[in-house]
């Protein structure tokens, strides 16, 4: 069996049971291997949870960059690429396996592993950062953006981010577009330079 097949289903278990719930033998049932198998791939059982988490955080990173392509070029308003990436987040959250297990990592990973987890979980965040902040600024010197400064904004922005991704598992789709929409409202009146 690949390497691929073991994380894939080591994403599955992991999503679905947690990291305490899930054993290495469980992850090679589902393979369809024995246990001893898993190790010509991974040391340990945190090392697999690790690949796992880096494979997610790789497909997060990809996300981010067609988020950004997506979002247009400068003769697009400011308002219409932030909203583009919001919305692209938004969707992404459908990839159920992944939201479950990234949601299960920065909330309850092992004790030892937290601090590898939020290293690696914040360095890809650093990149959305970085571009954000780009657009930010370009919103600002184009008068779009009201007077806060980058810091402030970034905060909402991944506030409200965070609070869809939590809310994604709770609601119909129907709803949650309807919240999405209701939310990015808010989040952009509150963000706009006031025409007087």
């Known amino acids: 069996m690949a390497m691929h097949d073991i994380r894939r289903e080591a994403l599955a278990l992991f999503a679905r049971c947690g990291y305490e719930g899930t054993s290495l033998a469980d992850i090679a049932k589902a393979v369809g291997i024995k246990t001893p198998s898993i190790y010509a791939h991974f040391a340990s059982k945190d090392d697999l949870y690790l690949a796992v988490l880096d494979w997610v955080l790789d497909e997060y990173d990809r996300l981010l960059d067609k988020a950004t392509a997506a979002a247009g070029g400068a003769e697009q308003p400011v308002r219409e690429r932030l909203k583009s990436i919001y919305e692209e987040f938004a969707s992404a959250y459908a990839l159920r396996a992944e939201n479950a297990f990234y949601k299960r990592a920065v909330f309850f990973s092992p004790a030892a592993l937290q601090p590898i987890v939020r290293e690696r979980v914040l360095r890809v965040e650093q990149r959305l950062v970085e571009k954000l902040a780009r657009l930010i600024e370009e919103g600002r010197r184009s008068g779009e953006i009201g007077e806060f400064d980058n810091e402030t ?4 922005f991944f506030c409200q981010v965070d609070g869809m991704f939590l ?30």
């Open 167 to 196: 809310e994604h598992d709770l609601y119909d789709a129907e709803l949650y577009a309807r919240r999405l929409e209701q939310v990015w409202a808010v989040f952009w009146h509150g963000i706009a330079a006031r025409k007087d």
């Open 153 to 156: 904004v970034l905060a909402a």
